[in-house]
């Protein structure tokens, strides 16, 4: 009933920058929560940065002043700008978002599909 899409990701040096989105779409009332976490084989799924929908927005201590995430409300759409990547940036990526659905009223969490991120040395 709900779908994220993500787009984005890639292979870049280090250094550089890339750019992930997500667009959620189906059986959507609110969105109220967005974020983007990362996994790497045999660990745990990390939290990279979430925003809630009145705009405040959360990183994780590896990433602040280097990621950027915001969204458009409008389009169910969030953003993961990655700059000064790093190879320990490597990692697939996943989209979440905590939605209410148009036959209400509880809240679910759905996840995409997950987008690999490479930073090279």
């Known amino acids: 009933q709900v779908q994220l899409v993500e787009s984005g990701g890639g292979l870049v040096q280090a250094g550089g920058s890339l750019s992930l989105s997500c667009a959620a779409s189906?059986?959507?009332?609110?969105?109220?929560?967005m974020g983007w976490y990362r996994q790497v084989p045999g660990k745990q799924r990390e939290l990279v940065a979430r925003?809630?929908?009145?705009?405040?927005?959360y990183y994780a201590d590896s990433v602040k002043g280097r990621f950027t995430i915001s969204r458009d409300n409008a389009k169910n759409t969030v953003y993961l700008q990655m700059n000064n990547l790093k190879p320990e940036d490597t990692a697939v990526y996943y989209c979440?978002?905590?939605?209410?659905?148009?036959?209400?009223?509880?809240?679910?969490?759905?996840w995409g599909q997950g987008t690999q991120v490479t930073v090279s040395s």
């Open positions: 925003i809630i929908s009145g705009g405040t927005s």
């Open positions: 189906g059986s959507i009332s609110t969105i109220n929560d």
């Open positions: 979440k978002a905590v939605v209410v659905r148009t036959d209400g009223p509880y809240q679910y969490q759905y």
